[in-house]
């Protein structure tokens, strides 16, 4: 049986299956990546649910996990080495659970790299604007007179979903053949821009035919439909 106790997480949420991965966050784009990967390896997990409703992200047993006070984050309590492993940020944990797996990242070194910096392209670029079109164009930035700030992020967005159009030519996933983490650090993100944002039209979406195919493929994949899903909302 494996003991979490040095871990003050788990008071507030206790492990029910202390000997599985354990994984703390919310169906949000970020969140939803490692929900994927862990249904598309198929590696046992237990979900706990971090309510930002109850601001459960700012609380003592949170931050002593992720001090960014940001899902997901995970505890492996067979981390390397036998020894139990504490981890946030979404890509760091895509890569560490691909590596732990042997899955959804190459084994080839130059194919690993392309595909991580892929992943970095994401956190980079894709995350931040996105998240920016959602702010100003669903939420209260939507309110400010000034629409320069949404004009600004629109351009970037439509400018990163170029950048993925021409990657996608003749491709079937961002690494050619091969489904990655680089694909699921990204589903997430596309389909909240022009689904839970509203932003389809503002962006030209449909303009897009490549990126909407893959979205398509990627969102008819079980483990992605599943993952999507985790954890319900309260």
């Known amino acids: 049986m494996s003991d979490l106790s040095a871990f003050p997480i788990t008071r507030r949420w206790p ?6 991965l354990q994984l703390y966050s919310l169906p949000t784009p970020n ?4 929900s994927i990967m862990l249904e598309e390896t198929g590696l046992p997990y237990e979900v706990h649910l971090v309510d930002f409703n109850k601001d459960d992200q700012k609380t003592p047993e949170f931050l002593s996990l992720n001090p960014n006070g940001k899902i997901p984050a995970i505890i492996d309590p ?3 080495g036998g020894k139990p492993l504490g981890l946030f940020e979404s890509g760091a944990i895509l890569q560490y659970l691909g590596e732990k797996t042997g899955k959804l990242l190459p084994a080839d070194a130059a194919r690993r790299y392309q595909t991580i910096q892929w992943v970095h392209f994401q956190i980079g670029g894709i995350g931040p604007m996105f998240g920016q079109v959602g702010y100003f164009h669903k939420f209260a930035g939507k309110e400010i007179a000034d629409k320069r700030p949404l004009e600004r992020y629109v351009t970037e967005s439509k400018r990163l979903l170029d950048v993925m159009e021409s990657r996608l030519g003749g491709r079937q996933w961002i690494m050619d ?3 990655t983490i680089a694909d699921i650090s990204m589903l997430g993100w596309v389909r909240n821009l022009i689904g839970f944002y509203g932003a389809r039209e503002l962006v030209a979406f449909d303009g897009f035919g490549n990126v909407s195919a893959w979205l398509d493929r990627g969102l008819a994949r079980p483990a992605v439909k599943r993952g999507l899903e985790i954890p319900k909302r309260s």
């Open 15 to 20: 492990a029910k299956h202390p000997d599985r």
């Open 31 to 34: 969140g939803v990546k490692v």
């Open 78 to 80: 067979d981390g390397p």
């Open 177 to 179: 053949d091969d489904y």
